[in-house]
């Protein structure tokens, strides 16, 4: 695209809204525009369907980045909900406007100078406010779920609602937390929540409705395929393995990648024997019919709470010398996995910390086998890593340009619970206290091998962290308050600048005004840097 | 959830929120969960659940006399058909628990009609309870779904099910417990100042006790003896050393002998920075612990009143 026609029409646009018109040039969010993001946009969670969360922007590079400056960082206040404000979402960039969302809110603002342009304000309920992910836009509409179970779908040039649908009962204890994914024309939402054994599910819905296109329960019923892992129906039913981090999309498959999470009750085993697929999974589905095409449990029977909703980064990499189509996810249950995505074969699965216990070694499939001695149990049994996990939601990301992915750690320690030893627990069934921490990592990681090329140890706390990589030879991630750049190769730090808080959202980066920008929210705030000297 | 809280030892941590799933990462909060005995509110010898825990009917903030009125009633008229924790009897009565009824329900709106009326045609009897005894009900009804969805409401079962005599060996042995601790000295009357499962907990990671931040029973006088210490070392050799106060990659501060505030800015590694952690060697000692070495030393130092 032609940057400085667009970037015309963009401030042209800011200008129109400033004395609040609509604008009539935008077009919004376009199929096309999702398929191959332009330079100047993130339209979606991870900025495109692969996941790999790789910018092909380099005028901030390893060589300039140390004058790297910020622009502007603005602060946000809640609505009347009164949830405090705490940006877990990417700020998606189209046109020139961010929109991000916390519990109970959403915002576009100028992405020049970070004022506010509307802000969405979600009325007080009791639902539960622990995070939201961020907008969906598709068109000119912005989708977004609240604590209290539902979906709306907002205007996105003024924040005026336009429906409002219902997603799930919140008195059930569901959390909707997900950000929404458009893939075709479908809105993909999904669902968090294990404290009451609630059915996990993904949902597609209309984008011009919000009518259920199609609903996939991500644990099988009666006469379904799966259903030979589980003791019952009952238990089936009852054992979420939820879906609230979004998945990839590979469009010439036309399949979406889905990570599941974790059985139910979390840690009272007894009421589900056997593997209790598709929990802990990654799902490949037909984004047309929510059928499971294909599927890889990482963790057949998990005690621990080990989702497996991490980052599913799609590599068209090599393997053993051959072109090879594949995903690979640094897993919460401390190892990475590496398939093939067209049919789920199994490539390689390595363990990312040493000496974890809670396993008697890998199937022939790569599966770890759990160890019955290392189920939560009511006197208590120590694990490696807890119930965090080494990783957590936080996105990882592949640079195609260094063969590496990136993934935080954390090797923290816990005596797991059972407090539930009834025939028919319910709910978590245990609890897992911490026993300490060993610190966290940042592990750079050869898919081909799965081997750690490099890591850098933080001084101190540290864990899963957000990643960003871009062609200009960098990797940006957080610890403790600080924004970081290192050098993707090596690990070598090549720049920082300390925030008002911990980075909290997945930090983007996109072109404005012809220079490139890095963007990233720590709580209530976001700031905006580009380079003193851009070269011209 | 992540046990980045270096406080949590000893108590039961969990997210901020009670109703917070486990799988985010996000602030812990950690509170002492008394240990209450399960078979004390159901009264009857089966198996523990964590239904209705007293933590469970303070938390849920029902009337407890009402919740425990309602118990009994339940025992006596429905417990038969959908068991004595509400979960149900496949066959019998449906799993009340997880029911929208009880979920949904605001002082009984919902749940009198059912209660009230039965189902007759579907197994369920009127009840012929009064109105004031199907609030009653409803009220334990409600503690059974909040408990069983919040975590912090749980209780833990029996966690001292190691052999002392072999938790002492270890202390004295491979554990080389004795090198630092004394169980008459700096360990004495550990057994009484914590539950079971809070000793456990505090023994395998403690968080230090004596001096500024300690946290745990009597503070001890005298200096900590968890304090981490810090060397600097400048890029002209010089060192600078004392309490470390906070370290990351690009800084690191401390309060050198004086008292002093002192602060660094690190670029790669420089100044060099060793920290001195004197309780890391209870984080290097977790991978050595087998879960009976665990349960034997809990059972070893509960004893030591």
């Known amino acids: ?536 | 959830m992540q046990t980045t809280s270096p406080t949590n030892n000893g108590f039961l941590c969990v997210p901020l929120r009670a109703s917070a799933p486990l799988r985010e990462i996000r602030l812990l909060s950690c509170v002492f969960i008394a240990a209450f005995t399960l078979t004390a509110q159901t009264g009857s010898g089966e198996k523990a659940t964590i239904s209705a825990t007293p933590a469970a009917v303070t938390a849920s903030k029902e009337d407890p006399a009402a919740v425990d009125r309602g118990s009994k009633i339940f025992a006596g008229h429905c417990a038969s058909c959908h068991g004595a924790t509400a979960k149900g009897i496949t066959g019998k009565g449906v799993d009340l628990v997880r029911s929208l009824y009880v979920l949904d329900d605001e002082k009984g709106i919902l749940l009198t009609p059912p209660i009230r009326d039965g189902r007759p045609d579907k197994g369920m009897p009127k009840s012929g309870l009064t109105d004031a005894e199907i609030l009653d009900v409803a009220a334990w009804l409600r503690v059974q779904s909040y408990g069983a969805g919040h975590r912090t409401t749980y209780t833990f079962l029996d966690v001292l099910t190691g052999d002392a005599k072999k938790g002492e060996a270890y202390f004295n042995g491979a554990g080389k417990c004795n090198t630092c601790h004394s169980p008459t000295g700096d360990l004495k009357g550990l057994g009484s100042r914590y539950t079971p499962q809070q000793l456990q907990g505090r023994w395998l990671s403690p968080t230090g006790r004596g001096g500024a931040g300690g946290r745990g029973a009597a503070a001890a006088t005298g200096p900590s003896r968890s304090q981490k210490t810090v060397v600097v070392t400048l890029a002209n050799g010089q060192t600078v050393s004392g309490t470390l106060d906070r370290v990351d990659d690009f800084n690191v501060t401390l309060h050198d002998a004086s008292g002093a505030f002192r602060s660094f800015t690190r670029d790669n590694g420089i100044p060099k920075v060793a920290v001195t952690d004197p309780l890391k060697i209870h984080i290097d000692m977790l991978r050595t612990y087998t879960d009976a070495d665990m349960h034997n030393m809990t059972a070893y130092l509960v004893t030591l009143k």
């Open chain 1, 1 to 536: 695209m032609n940057k400085q026609a667009f970037s015309y029409a963009a401030a042209a646009a800011a200008i129109l809204l400033s004395v609040n018109v609509t604008p009539a040039s935008a077009q919004g969010v376009t199929k096309e525009m999702l398929l191959h993001p332009s330079s100047d946009t993130w339209p979606s969670f991870f900025g495109d369907y692969s996941g790999r969360r790789f910018s092909a922007l380099k005028e901030i590079n390893s060589t300039n980045v140390g004058n790297l400056s910020l622009e502007w960082a603005a602060r946000y206040t809640p609505g009347p909900a009164g949830t405090a404000v705490n940006i877990k979402s990417p700020a998606l960039l189209v046109n020139g406007i961010l929109y991000f969302t916390s519990p109970n809110n959403g915002w576009a603002a100028d992405a020049r100078t970070g004022r506010e342009i509307w802000h969405y304000a979600y009325p007080p309920n009791t639902g539960n406010t622990n995070g939201n992910r961020g907008f969906g836009y598709y068109g000119n509409w912005l989708y977004m779920e609240t604590p209290d179970g539902n979906l709306v779908c907002l205007n996105a040039a003024d924040g005026k609602e336009r429906w409002k649908i219902r997603i799930t009962d919140p008195k059930l204890d569901y959390t909707t937390t997900a950000a929404p994914i458009v893939v075709g024309n479908h809105i993909l939402v999904g669902v968090g929540g294990d404290h009451l054994d609630n059915p996990g599910f993904i949902e597609s819905v209309d984008p011009e409705t919000g009518a259920t296109q199609w609903k996939t329960n991500t644990t099988p019923r009666k006469g379904e395929p799966g259903i030979e892992t589980w003791p019952d129906e009952y238990a089936a039913a009852h054992a979420t393995g939820q879906t609230w981090i979004p998945g990839s999309y590979d469009p010439d498959l036309n399949l979406y990648y889905l990570g599941t999470g974790n059985p139910n009750p979390v840690m009272a085993e007894q009421s589900r024997k056997g593997d209790n697929l598709f929990t802990c999974s990654i799902l490949a589905i037909n984004p047309d019919t929510g059928k499971i095409v294909w599927y890889y449990q990482a963790t057949p029977h998990d005690t621990h709470d080990w989702d497996s909703t991490e980052s599913v980064i799609m590599i068209d990499g090599q393997i053993d010398g051959k072109p090879r189509k594949l995903v690979a996810q640094a897993n919460r249950n401390g190892y990475f996995y590496v398939l093939d995505r067209t049919n789920g074969e199994h490539i390689l699965t390595t363990p990312m910390l040493e000496g974890m216990n809670w396993n008697l070694g890998l199937n022939a499939k790569g599966q770890p086998i759990p160890d019955p001695a290392k189920y939560p149990k009511p006197d208590g049994s120590l694990v490696f890593p807890n119930s965090g996990g080494a990783t957590n939601w936080a996105s990882a990301s592949f640079d195609p340009e260094t063969d590496l992915f990136y993934v935080g750690v954390a090797k923290g320690w816990s005596v797991y619970y059972q407090t539930d030893t009834d025939d028919h627990p319910e709910g978590y069934g245990g609890v897992d206290s911490g026993a300490g921490s060993e610190g966290g990592s940042l592990l750079a990681i050869d898919y081909r091998t799965g081997k750690i090329t490099w890591k850098h140890d933080w001084p101190a706390g540290g864990g899963a962290a957000h990643m960003l990589t871009t062609a200009g030879h960098l990797l940006f991630t957080g610890n403790g308050n600080n924004i970081i750049a290192f050098d993707p190769s090596n690990g070598k730090i090549l720049w920082h600048s300390g925030l008002m808080g911990t980075p909290s959202n997945g930090m983007t980066t996109y072109m404005l005004d012809g220079r490139q920008h890095l963007l990233v929210g720590a709580g209530d705030s976001l700031y905006s840097f580009a380079l003193n000297h851009p070269v011209k």
